[in-house]
């Protein structure tokens, strides 16, 4: 009685779990401050295929959706493979609290669809980057750029910090008189002021020490070249203040390599950026080269041993990276036959020096994914004639895929099979991630198809192979078909017959 009792208050405790919004099970949601963003990651069996973010601050909520997540430095990306969706929001974005740019506090609400529920999280946190800001920093985002820079160096000597706070009120006050002009080749836009700029998308920031243009790719002042044989798109603003009789001018440059990547036969995939972007990103060509992945640099022996090259050549910054090395992720696919192919988040960081030793950070992430690779699986004839029993070995099977069932000589059985007093199939695990499956059928079994040779004098067993294998998540069937034969000396079949019988 009593234990029925208990019974019932858990039940109804369990019940009522999934109603209670205000907190995320352990190990489902990871925030961490990286150097330069906040980087939110949650997983996808606990979000929802399409969970939804608001940045929130004390002025309101704001959807982030696509267009609005360019403009205001959010990035949302799903990460199938890695099983979780990944918010990542700049310490200049919108909606941040930034003080003296030291301390950034991030409040934001998740949106998951759990289990045909909408619920809603109320999340926050605060960063404090230990890694200085360079006089001047740009960040090649997967959906915008963004730059930003020390308000001191780009001062000409004598301005006052007043006529910095004009950029501040520039968004709400209509007595700002800061107009921005985009440049495009040897052509230049009429001035707008910043409010009608950030109409179109752009946005302008003055923060406790620094001045932040940020930008959507694709923009209609923005414009796309070719440097060092490499496509680098570009925006180019001119801000510039007109006090009396003095003209103060800031021009912010946004660059960003806009290689595709691509995929050699000798399995790297290789990318590459200029190493000079845009001569107002710097003078001089020694730049200092960081690589990494998913959002975090690699000590260079790390990224050494995992295969990673980076060299530097006719001005520009080749970067190749084995299809299978650590780091990127790999997915089974089917189109008739077993492919894969390779995805990476490439991070990678530049730092140029100009003639005045003014550093610039440049940093950049782009998703890479390789074409589809075949992945052939390979079955290997082990047979011992004397063992009187038939084994193959199916190699080369992928973590990813699972041997789902196996046709023999036309008889379906489904694996594990449940009758193991015949044939038998022992799964074979590989440190390489791969794995096989050994198959033993005896040559007497029911389903080996048996002839008499005359010529040989001898009995002949035939056996088809038809392996049914799957690719998980999603169980996509491919198949794998091989067929073996064997012989046996019918002497030495009758003898080994006599003897059971006698026995
Ligand atoms: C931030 O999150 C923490 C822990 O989740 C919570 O205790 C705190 O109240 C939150 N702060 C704000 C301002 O929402
Ligand atoms: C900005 O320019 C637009 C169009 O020229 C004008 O309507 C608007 O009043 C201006 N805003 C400010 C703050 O000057
Ligand atoms: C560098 O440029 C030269 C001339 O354009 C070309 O022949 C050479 O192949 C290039 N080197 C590399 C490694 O791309
Ligand atoms: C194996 O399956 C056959 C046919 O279903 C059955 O007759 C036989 O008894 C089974 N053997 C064992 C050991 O389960
Ligand atoms: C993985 O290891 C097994 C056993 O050493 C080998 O047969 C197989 O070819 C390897 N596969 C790959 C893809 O390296
Ligand atoms: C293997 O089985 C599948 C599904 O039953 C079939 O479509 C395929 O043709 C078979 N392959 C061979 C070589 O018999
Ligand atoms: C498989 O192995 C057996 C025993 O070694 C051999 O007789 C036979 O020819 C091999 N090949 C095939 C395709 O069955």
């Given at each position: 009685m009593v234990f029925e009792f208990i019974f019932g208050v858990a039940l109804?405790?369990?019940?009522?779990?999934?109603?209670?919004?205000?907190?995320?099970?352990?190990?489902?949601?990871?925030?961490?401050?990286?150097?330069r963003y906040f980087m939110m990651a949650v997983g996808l069996s606990f979000s929802g295929e399409e969970p939804h973010f608001e940045a929130v601050d004390e002025t309101g909520v704001y959807p982030i959706t696509e267009q609005y997540a360019a403009e205001c430095g959010y990035?949302?990306?799903?990460?199938?493979?890695?099983?979780?969706?990944?918010?990542?929001?700049?310490?200049?974005?919108?909606?941040?609290?930034?003080?003296?740019?030291?301390?950034?506090?991030?409040?934001?609400?998740?949106?998951?669809?759990?289990?045909?529920?909408?619920?809603?999280?109320?999340?926050?946190?605060?960063?404090?980057?230990?890694?200085?800001?360079s006089p001047r920093e740009v960040t090649c985002e997967v959906n915008y750029m963004e730059v930003s820079v020390r308000s001191e160096v780009t001062c000409p000597s004598g301005?006052?910090?007043?006529?910095?706070?004009a950029v501040k009120t520039a968004h709400s006050s209509t007595t700002s008189d800061w107009q921005v002009m985009f440049q495009r080749a040897k052509e230049q836009s009429i001035p707008t002021n910043l409010s009608e700029a950030h109409k179109h998308g752009y946005v302008f920031d003055l923060t406790d020490g620094r001045l932040v243009f940020r930008t959507p790719y694709?923009?209609?002042?923005?414009?796309?070249?070719?440097?060092?044989?490499v496509p680098v798109e570009l925006v180019h603003a001119t801000l510039f203040s007109r006090q009396s009789w003095v003209v103060l001018m800031v021009d912010l440059v946004a660059a960003c390599s806009m290689y595709e990547g691509?995929?050699?036969?000798?399995?790297?995939?290789?990318?590459?950026?200029?190493?000079?972007?845009?001569?107002?990103?710097?003078?001089?060509?020694?730049?200092q080269v960081n690589i990494g992945v998913n959002g975090e640099f690699l000590e260079q022996p790390v990224a050494e041993e995992r295969g990673y090259i980076v060299e530097k050549h006719n001005g520009t910054v080749q970067l190749s990276i084995p299809y299978n090395a650590d780091?990127?992720?790999?997915?089974?696919c089917v189109t008739e036959d077993l492919y894969e192919f390779h995805v990476f988040n490439l991070y990678l960081e530049q730092i140029l020096v100009d003639e005045d030793h003014v550093q610039t950070r440049l940093r950049l992430h782009r998703t890479w994914a390789t074409p589809l690779l075949p992945h052939p699986v390979f079955t290997h004839n082990q047979t011992v004639n004397e063992e009187h029993m038939f084994s193959v070995y199916?190699?080369?099977?992928?973590?990813?895929?699972?041997?789902?069932?196996?046709?023999?000589?036309?008889?379906?059985?489904?694996?594990?099979?449940?009758?193991?007093?015949?044939?038998?199939?022992?799964?074979?695990?590989?440190?390489?991630?791969?794995?096989?499956?050994?198959?033993?059928?005896?040559?007497?079994?029911?389903?080996?198809?048996?002839?008499?040779?005359?010529?040989?004098?001898?009995?002949?067993?035939?056996?088809?192979?038809?392996?049914?294998?799957?690719?998980?998540?999603?169980?996509?069937?491919?198949?794998?078909?091989?067929?073996?034969?064997?012989?046996?000396?019918v002497c030495k079949s009758l003898t080994l017959y006599l003897d059971l019988v006698e026995h």
């Open positions: 109804l405790l369990s019940a009522w779990l999934p109603a209670k919004s205000d907190g995320i099970p352990d190990g489902v949601l990871h925030m961490e401050c990286r150097d990035s949302v990306s799903v990460l199938p493979l890695q099983g979780h969706v990944e918010l990542r929001a700049s310490y200049f974005s919108c909606h941040t609290d930034n003080k003296d740019d030291k301390v950034f506090t991030f409040n934001f609400n998740l949106m998951a669809n759990h289990f045909g529920q909408e619920a809603t999280f109320t999340l926050n946190k605060t960063c404090s980057p230990s890694l200085p800001w301005t006052k910090k007043d006529d910095w706070d694709g923009q209609p002042d923005s414009f796309s070249t070719e440097v060092n044989g691509s995929y050699d036969e000798n399995g790297y995939m290789m990318w590459k950026t200029p190493e000079v972007l845009h001569p107002l990103l710097s003078g001089l060509h020694n730049t780091g990127g992720y790999r997915k089974s199916l190699g080369d099977v992928p973590d990813d895929v699972e041997l789902a069932a196996v046709h023999l000589n036309g008889h379906k059985f489904t694996v594990p099979f449940t009758n193991t007093s015949r044939h038998a199939i022992t799964k074979v695990v590989h440190p390489n991630s791969t794995h096989g499956y050994t198959l033993k059928v005896p040559f007497d079994d029911p389903v080996v198809l048996q002839q008499f040779s005359k010529e040989d004098a001898a009995m002949q067993h035939k056996l088809d192979i038809n392996y049914t294998l799957t690719v998980l998540p999603e169980k996509e069937p491919f198949y794998h078909f091989a067929s073996v034969m064997a012989q046996s000396d």
